[in-house]
């Protein structure tokens, strides 16, 4: 498959998996594709935790709440670290983002699943930090996001999107 087709294929699944094991090697090709990212000034704020652990997957989804991603054999958990870089901006988020999204294109070139989860762990109710706590990360790292990684149990239908004419132009906005 081609990086374009990579890339127009994937999309995010919130299904169930099967029970089918996500090999240490492929978690392992998935973070370095993750980290070779590019980063603002090259400050390399994110950092990866990949749980194929069972036991530790069922720590982390009990306090992942409500559940999502439950019977992934695995899960790569997203850290940040704040760091300032070009006068003082931190670009972290774009760090982070940049990697969730490599390892998205290579979770669907190996053949899995996942869906991107920030918004649902990042909120008022810190599920994030108790994650984080679980698996030991320092204070000065956050933990931003978890990816599911396994075997889709079902086929899903990519969600419909706006035409290119509607999002993409030549030179200028378009003025009509």
């Known amino acids: 498959m081609s990086v374009i087709d990579i890339i127009t294929k994937r999309h ?9 094991l996500v090999s240490r090697e492929d978690l392992i090709t998935i973070m370095e594709a993750g980290l070779a990212a590019p980063s603002g000034c ?28 439950e019977t992934a054999p695995a899960m790569i958990c997203v850290l940040t670290q704040r760091i300032n870089a070009y006068r003082d901006k931190c670009f972290a988020v774009q760090d982070y983002s940049a990697a969730i999204e490599n390892m998205l294109l290579v979770i669907e070139a190996l053949g899995y699943s996942s869906c991107w989860f920030e918004g649902h762990i990042t ?3 810190k599920i994030g ?10 204070d000065d790292y956050e933990l931003v996001c978890f990816l599911p990684v396994g075997v889709a149990c079902e086929e899903t239908a990519a969600p419909k999107k706006r035409s290119f004419e509607e999002r993409a132009w030549f030179n200028s906005f378009p003025t009509d």
Not at 12 to 20: A, E, H, L, V
Not at 42 to 69: C, F, R, W, Y
Not at 129 to 138: C, E, G, K, T
């Open 129 to 138: 930090y108790q994650m984080a706590q679980i698996l030991n990360v320092p």
């Open 12 to 20: 995010s699944y919130r299904g169930k998996y099967n029970s089918s």
């Open 123 to 125: 909120d008022e109710d």
């Open 42 to 69: 090259n400050m390399q704020t994110t950092s990866l935790i990949a749980v194929d652990d069972k036991d530790v997957l069922d720590k982390l989804h009990k306090v992942i709440e409500p559940p999502v991603g």
